[in-house]
T-cell receptor
């Protein structure tokens, strides 16, 4: 158990819908990252927050957004869902914002039908 | 951006065998992590290793940053070692991890 929690574990929804994925980092970690794992793209970085502020953006679609709250938990919002958004979404956390070891949550498996 | 390649892409071993997985990266890195993704999809931290050698039980890792590669050694493999092994690197001031292509390992009885 990495100490990073993610909910829900599985999510099945229809095209065009909106979903919210939730992540709680390890106790004491200030930085939260979101990654997407799909069959064709592999594991890709989406976005990073550090102590409530956005720090880095990767290959995140405009239909996707995220935020980190004062209690340091984070949410990833996916809207206007398409079949291609079906993937495993991971949250990771680290103590600080740069080059620190990242610990991954169990992931949320999203299926868009 | 940086390219991270892993070899071999697939590996089948009998229980008890040893193996070496390789990770090559195309640019200098600040740090490197090895992960095991088990059949249930969980990413498990194995090593956080910018340089040198570390050991944890039957697993060990060596990173030679100046030559841009890292190796993961698995000795006396067990069926529970099956899954996909990823290396991932940190570059420059970026906090994100760039993942390699993975090595899929299957350990049979």
């Amino acid at each position: 158990d990495s100490g990073v929690t993610q909910t829900p574990k599985h999510l099945i929804t229809a095209t065009g819908q909106r979903v919210t994925l939730r992540c709680s980092p390890r106790s004491g970690d200030l930085s939260v990252y979101w990654y997407q794992q799909s069959l064709d793209q592999g594991l890709q970085f989406l976005i990073q927050y550090y102590n409530g502020e956005e720090r880095a953006k990767g290959n995140i679609l405009e239909r996707f957004s995220a935020q980190q709250f004062p209690d340091l938990h984070s949410e990833l919002n996916l809207s206007s869902l398409e079949l291609g958004d079906s993937a495993l979404y991971f949250c990771a956390s680290s103590l600080r914002e740069s080059s620190y070891e990242q610990y991954f949550g169990p992931g949320t498996r999203l299926t868009v039908t | 951006g940086i390219q991270v390649e892993q070899s071999p892409p697939d590996l089948i071993l009998q229980e008890g065998a040893n193996s070496t997985l390789r990770c090559n990266f195309s640019d200098s890195v600040n740090n490197l992590q090895w992960f095991h993704q088990n059949p249930w999809g969980q990413l498990i931290n194995l090593f956080y290793i910018p340089s040198g050698t570390k050991q944890n039980g039957r697993l060990s890792a060596t990173t030679v940053a100046t030559e841009r590669y890292s190796l993961l050694y698995i000795s006396s493999s067990q069926t529970t070692d099956s899954g996909v092994y990823f290396c991932a690197v940190y570059t420059g001031t970026a906090s994100k991890l760039t993942f390699g292509t993975g090595t899929r390992l299957q350990v049979t009885l």
